[in-house]
Nanobody, 116 residues
Framework: VVRQVESGGGLVQPGGSLTLSCTAP????????IMWYRQPAGKEREWVST??????RYSDFVTGRFTISDDPAKDTVYLQMNSLKPEDTGLYFC???????????WGQGTQVTVSS
């Protein structure tokens, strides 16, 4: 069962910005965390960022450019992406994780394309 839904992707020029959303009903009350991943075409899925238990973590290739935040009232986690580069292009997924209530299959993701 897919527990989380991604949205907000699109086409943006290099240097531009996008904000992705991940809505996972009940993840706040279940005390779950959310991770963002991305998968460039033809490559493996790679971890981007995590928000859980009051902490935020970022991969080296997005530190300083991406910001993860949440709105508990909406059960939504956001990924604000600034200074986008062509190598940020890919299918972005979010994934719920944590205790036994924090289970969900991978969703369809949202496509981000950075190109001039």
């Amino acid at each position: 069962v897919v527990r989380q839904v991604e949205s907000g992707g699109g086409l943006v020029q290099p240097g531009g910005s996008l904000t992705l959303s991940c809505t996972a009903p009940g993840f706040t009350s279940d005390n779950c965390g959310i991770m963002w991943y991305r998968q460039p075409a033809g490559k493996e899925r790679e971890w981007v960022s995590t928000k859980a238990y009051g902490m935020e973590r970022y991969s080296d290739f997005v530190t300083g450019r991406f910001t993860i935040s949440d709105d508990p009232a909406k059960d939504t986690v956001y990924l604000q992406m600034n200074s986008l580069k062509p190598e940020d292009t890919g299918l972005y997924f979010c994934k719920i994780f944590g205790n036994a209530r924090c289970v969900g299959d991978w969703g369809q993701g949202t496509q981000v394309t950075v190109s001039s």
